[in-house]
């Protein structure tokens, strides 16, 4: 399994939708949340959006594989299901996680790969407003997380630098190529 993880505006989500044409094997898991759907994100495709009480119910039914609270209270999860499907089907799940869960799905499950994105702090934040999609509160609220998840960069098997698209996907298929050959963990 290969987890993603790293600040918000760090571009881990354009990365993985140019990582899994370029290796077959690997496939999204999508994620629950109980945020609401951004314009352009689609149901099961993007997430697997979910009201607060049944976020809750399937929390209380060992349903996630780890879950959290993020920014404004929206809550976000991995779902069993969802990566046992993939496994199932002879394929490598990729999740992208902020780095609490990422932390937390590396110490459950020995052999995850885990691989930390990050930008310069002006980058994540000229992304994170050109975005534009979430209040100017919450853009601020993003990056003092950023500010507290950069340092935990280290605690990661890799680092990728996304201040250039082609490259750090380039580093990325390097990363996941000598992971599931066998070789660097
Ligand atoms: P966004 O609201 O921008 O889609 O996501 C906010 C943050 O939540 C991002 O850093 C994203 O990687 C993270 N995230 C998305 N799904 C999950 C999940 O299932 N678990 C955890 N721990 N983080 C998630």
Known sequence: MIVITGPSGAGKGT????????VHE??????????????????????????DADFARRVANGEFLEHITYVSGQRYGTLRGEVDRIT????IPVLELETEGALKVAEELPGVVTVFVTA?????????????TESAGEIGERLDLAEGQLSQASLFDHVVQNDDLERAL????????????GGDR
């Open 120 to 132: 310069p702090r002006a980058e994540l934040e000229r992304r994170l407003r050109e975005r534009a």
């Open 170 to 181: 380039d580093d990325l298929v390097a990363i996941v190529g000598s992971t599931h050959t």
């Open 15 to 22: 990365l993985i939708r140019a990582l899994l044409p370029r």
């Open 26 to 51: 690997l496939e999204l898991a999508v994620s629950a949340t109980t945020r609401l759907r951004r314009d352009g994100e689609a149901e099961g495709r993007d997430y697997y959006y979910l009201s």
């Open 88 to 91: 199932g089907e002879g394929r």
